[in-house]
């Protein structure tokens, strides 16, 4: 998968890795351009631009999802996949930020 590459129909944005000391492994952070917003009515002006997802390489296993949701109290597509029904935008990010850099 490459930059600027269509995958089923979702645009790559960006890849990055990093393994990690901490956790003892390796992990995959691709960021998307979320279709959706082209095409939704003025209505949903809140959809998240941008959404990134979390692998952990070794598994070949989603960790996370998190988006760029531009109400802050609007967790749309913010999910730790291991979490029953958790949905916390803030929290999202501190822990794909947590895997990418210890």
């Given at each position: 998968?490459?930059?600027?590459?269509?995958?089923?129909g979702?645009?790559?944005?960006?890849?990055?890795?990093?393994?990690?000391?901490?956790?003892?492994?390796?992990?995959?952070?691709?960021?998307?351009?979320?279709?959706?917003?082209?095409?939704?009515?003025a209505?949903?002006?809140?959809?998240?631009?941008?959404?990134?997802?979390?692998?952990?390489?070794?598994?070949?296993?989603?960790?996370?999802?998190?988006?760029?949701?531009?109400?802050?109290n609007?967790?749309?597509?913010?999910?730790?996949?291991?979490?029953?029904?958790?949905?916390?935008?803030?929290?999202?990010?501190?822990?794909?930020?947590?895997?990418?850099?210890?």
């Amino acid at each position: 998968m490459r930059t600027g590459q269509n995958v089923g129909g979702l645009l790559v944005l960006g890849i990055e890795n990093h393994y990690s000391p901490t956790y003892e492994r390796c992990f995959v952070l691709v960021h998307y351009l979320n279709p959706d917003v082209r095409k939704a009515p003025a209505v949903y002006s809140d959809l998240p631009t941008f959404y990134s997802e979390l692998w952990d390489a070794f598994e070949e296993k989603m960790l996370s999802v998190c988006s760029d949701a531009p109400t802050p109290n609007l967790n749309l597509m913010c999910t730790i996949q291991d979490k029953e029904h958790f949905m916390d935008c803030n929290a999202c990010r501190s822990f794909i930020k947590d895997r990418m850099t210890k």
